[in-house]
């Protein structure tokens, strides 16, 4: 007889009782899935893996502490029959088969009423991917298959232009330090359906290369500003493309909020009544450190990281930072727009009781081809940085843990 093909479905379990049997590596796989399907979920095993038992602790499934016995699918709309006895397997699919339960079986596929698919979910919706026929079932090719396409709608690069639910008004996207793969998996779908991309010096460049020619990608340093501020330029631009009807990204190097007027944009957003998402992003300012060798905390090292902008000098009146406080503390500095100011705020923290010796690394481009690390101390960085020739940008980190790592300093 011909073996005809699978029939697909969804099964709509909420409240509705699903029993599995055996808590081996097959029901820990498959029960999340059951448990945010809303199933009432009854597993029957006298033992039970410790994530498996957390889940019987927290209410979201019955445990019966015991081996399959004949009645146990009554009632039941769909089982999973998992146990590592192929006699109780048997047993259990023959009493499925009878109650007309529609019931997968781990151990003989050719045995069981139904196929559990390749799953996979993106934004609201599930991929599933089956084999047409039990013989030839190949598991791995259809998590493959399921891979390829949900990454595929995550990145962007499998949505139809012409079909795709796209988010209206403007997204904020923190593009991440630089590396193209250091951008959000949303970031990276919502870059893919633009039609219009305002960008920064900064961020993952790469990326914009990628995108189809249709969008239009615009340097926020060159919109003309005139008798406004570059700021409130890069804000009108915004609001004046996504009055068009288009798919606006601003696209960010690293986070939106640090240091990244991402508010202010919001801000003139809201004013003018256009809807604004905002996609967080990897700050520069733990990354770029790490992509140096340098974590920001160290266990019995530094205890406490603070993040500082250093774009003006310690004693210039616009300044917000206590820098006298800031030479108090033990842990680590992170100084973001430091470059050029970098000598006197080493000066200021020494004046006030940070060590000279203190280690400092300056990573100039981190992430990107051209990343570099200059090591130095408080008392040598500002000549270090001039006879380095060190540009911005340049992450600037101060404190003990420069030196833990394999690349620290000698
Ligand atoms: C205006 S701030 C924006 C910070 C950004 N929003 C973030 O979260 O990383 C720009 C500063 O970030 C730092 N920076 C950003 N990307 C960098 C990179 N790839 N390498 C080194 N420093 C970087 C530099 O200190 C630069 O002057």
């Known amino acids: 007889m011909a073996e005809h093909p699978a029939y697909p479905v969804g099964l709509r379990l909420t ?15 498959r029960l999340p899935a059951l448990i945010a399907a809303g ?5 029957v095993s006298p033992e039970a893996t410790p994530s498996v038992e957390a889940m019987a602790d927290t209410g979201e499934i019955t445990w019966h502490r015991r081996d399959y016995a004949e009645g146990d699918l009554a009632e039941a709309w769909y089982a999973l029959i998992a146990t590592s006895d192929p006699d109780a397997n048997t047993a259990a699919s023959a009493e499925a088969e009878r109650r007309r339960v529609w019931c997968v079986r781990s151990d003989d596929a050719d045995a069981a009423t139904a196929w559990t698919p390749a799953t996979g979910s993106s934004e609201g919706v599930t991929v599933a991917v089956l084999t047409t026929q039990a013989r030839g079932r190949d598991p791995r090719h259809t998590a493959a298959i399921r891979d390829a396409v949900v990454e595929g709608l995550r990145d962007g690069t499998l949505v139809a232009p012409h079909h795709r639910s796209r988010t209206p008004g403007v997204a904020l996207v923190g593009g991440g330090p630089g590396d193209p793969d250091l951008i959000t998996v949303r970031g990276r779908r919502l870059l893919a359906e633009a039609d219009v991309v305002i960008a920064d010096r900064l961020g993952p460049r790469d990326l914009l290369a990628e995108l189809p020619p249709h969008v239009e990608v615009i340097d926020a340093a060159k919109i003309p500003y005139g008798r406004y501020m570059a700021q409130e330029a890069i804000n009108n631009a ?12 601003r696209l960010k190097g690293g986070d939106p909020y640090v240091f990244g007027r991402g508010m202010e944009e919001l801000q003139a957003l809201a004013e003018a009544g256009i809807p604004c998402t905002v996609v967080p992003g990897i700050s520069s300012s733990i990354s770029v450190p790490g992509a140096a060798g340098i974590p920001v905390t160290h266990r019995g090292v530094a ?6 902008s250093g774009h003006v000098a310690p004693d210039d009146e616009r300044s917000l930072v206590d820098w006298p406080s800031l030479a108090k ?19 200021t923290l020494v004046a006030h009781g940070r060590s000279p010796d203190t280690p400092v690394a300056l990573v100039q481009e981190g992430t990107t081809a051209a990343q570099r690390r200059v090591d130095a101390t408080l008392a040598t960085v500002a000549e270090t940085v001039v006879a380095q020739d060190v540009r911005p940008p340049a992450v600037i980190v101060i404190g003990d843990v420069v030196g833990v790592g394999p690349h620290g300093a000698a």
């Open 15 to 29: 409240g509705r009782r699903v029993v599995v049997l055996g808590a081996g590596q097959v029901a820990q796989r």
């Open 39 to 43: 199933a009432d979920v009854h597993l």
């Open 238 to 249: 915004l609001v004046e493309h996504a009055r068009q009807g288009r798919s606006v990204v």
């Open 303 to 308: 205890h406490e990281f603070t993040v500082v």
């Open 329 to 347: 503390l033990t842990g680590t500095l992170v100084v973001l727009m430091g470059v050029d100011k970098i000598g006197r705020i080493a000066e």
